[in-house]
Structure formats: structure tokens, C-alpha cells
């Protein structure tokens, strides 16, 4: 396929625009990416994704798909000849949907609450973090079966789910000068987020941690001190 055949709209900073870049780098599928600007909402995001008005949305061909792990689920099932994002073990892919959705749903909730966190505030996020942290850390053994990536030998859908909001989570440890991901609580994690971020698919759509810092900064002063919806 054409690459203007594939499109991603979206911006570099946010981790869910991450998740089908690296899907589609998997693939070796090339693509366009449209980013979308600060603070506006292009007509072709209106149109594309009129529910949520979110990015990523992926535009294959002139379908619009949305919602980020939605449409790496697609990614994989449309570009078979490339590896497998997902396994073909049914039991195996409901447990990767399980702890893509604990991702989204537990741990990068509590990782915004953490910017704007003081006192015992912080202290409940910060250990409400590092617990989601270390069950993440003991499904990674159970699924990694004793290879390099929760997918096994390759990135797979929990690797992207999670790997996708590393950029985030080291911007939250030095924002708030709290290690999170550390070798006494979570030494899988912190070997797998090294091979992770150094991956060929990876590498060049993961934001630098002081690029990442300098738009958060950014980002309050638009936002006059309101957590950041990034
Ligand atoms: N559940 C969505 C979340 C997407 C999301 O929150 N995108 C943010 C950027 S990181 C966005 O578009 N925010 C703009 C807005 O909320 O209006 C997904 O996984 O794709």
C-alpha cells in the first residue's frame, strides 16, 4: 500500500499516538503522520473521530479507525505477513487485553493524578503506582516465559500498551523526584523498559525526557496549573 495510503493523525508528545507508530513500524508498514497543532483540532480529526475528537486516529485508505489499542488490534489483523502484535492462543491474548486495559485504566490515571500531587496526596498516588508497577513486574515473568519482552521475543501488545507511557512515567520521577520504576521493587521492569526504548520499532518515536519536560512546562502555563491531559 501507497504510504499516503496510511495515515496517523497526531502530535509526538502523547503516549497514545505512540502505541500504533510503533505498531505500524512492527509491520515495516510506512505511513504519514499528520500532527495535529497544540490547542486546536483539525477539521479532518472532527471528522474522523466526531465521538471522542481524540488522537491517534489511523486513516487507512479513507477509513478512520480509532482509539489507540483499538487500532493497533487492527494494525495487527489488517498486516498479518509482519510479526504478531497479539498471540494466537485465545486464553494467551485475553490476558495481553487484561493488563493493555489495567494500563489504561489504573496505572496511567493514577501517573497524571502524580504531577499535580503534594503531601499525603502524592504519597497515597506514589503507592498506588508502585503496587500497579509491581503486579505489572510479576505478569511480566508469567508472560515473558523467560524472554526479553512481555510479547516474548518480540514487542507485543502489553510492551506497547506500557512502554507507550515510559516518556510519561520517567517526566513524572523527575518532576516529582520520586524513583518509580526501581531496581529493588520492579527489576524486570526496569530491564524490559531499557530493551524497549533501545528497539529498532521504538527508538525514534520515543520523546526525549527533557523535550517531554520543556512541553509539560508548556502545558501548565496554558493549562494555569490544571493537570495536563498528556
Ligand atoms: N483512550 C484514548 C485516549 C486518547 C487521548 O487521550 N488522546 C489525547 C492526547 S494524549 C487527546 O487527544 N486529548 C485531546 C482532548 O482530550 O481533547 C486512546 O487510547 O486513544
Not at 496511567?108 to 504531577?115: C, D, H, K, Q
Not at 496526596?121 to 523467560?146: H, I, N, P, R
Request: net charge neutral; charged share 30%; proline share 7%.
Amino acid at each position: 500500500m501507497a504510504k499516503s495510503d496510511v495515515k496517523v493523525l497526531g502530535a509526538w508528545p502523547s503516549p497514545f499516538v505512540m502505541r500504533p507508530r510503533i505498531a505500524l513500524n512492527l509491520k515495516s508498514v510506512d505511513y504519514e503522520f499528520l500532527q495535529e497543532t497544540f490547542g486546536s483540532k483539525s477539521q479532518l480529526l472532527l471528522q474522523s473521530n466526531p465521538v471522542h475528537k481524540k488522537i491517534p486516529v489511523l486513516i487507512h485508505g479513507d477509513k478512520p479507525v480509532c482509539e489507540s489499542l483499538i487500532i493497533v488490534q487492527y494494525i495487527d489483523e489488517v498486516w498479518t505477513s509482519g510479526p504478531s502484535i497479539l498471540p494466537s492462543d485465545p486464553y494467551e491474548r485475553a490476558i495481553e487485553r487484561f493488563w493493555a486495559a489495567f494500563v489504561d485504566d489504573k496505572l496511567f490515571p493514577s501517573l497524571r493524578l502524580m504531577r499535580g500531587a503534594e503531601g499525603e496526596e502524592k504519597k497515597a498516588v506514589v503507592e498506588q503506582l508502585t503496587e500497579s508497577l509491581v503486579l505489572l513486574d510479576e505478569a511480566f515473568e508469567k508472560c515473558s516465559k523467560g524472554k526479553p519482552f512481555f510479547g516474548g521475543d518480540g514487542i507485543g501488545y502489553i510492551d506497547i500498551a506500557l512502554g507507550s507511557i515510559l516518556g510519561w512515567l520517567r517526566v513524572t520521577e523527575k518532576i516529582s523526584r520520586v524513583k518509580l520504576l526501581d531496581e529493588a521493587k520492579t527489576p524486570r521492569l526496569v530491564k524490559w523498559a531499557d530493551r524497549f526504548c533501545a528497539d529498532g520499532a521504538v527508538k525514534d518515536v520515543m520523546p526525549e525526557t527533557d523535550k517531554l519536560i520543556e512541553f509539560n512546562k508548556m502545558l501548565m502555563a496554558k493549562m494555569k496549573g490544571a493537570p495536563p491531559n498528556q
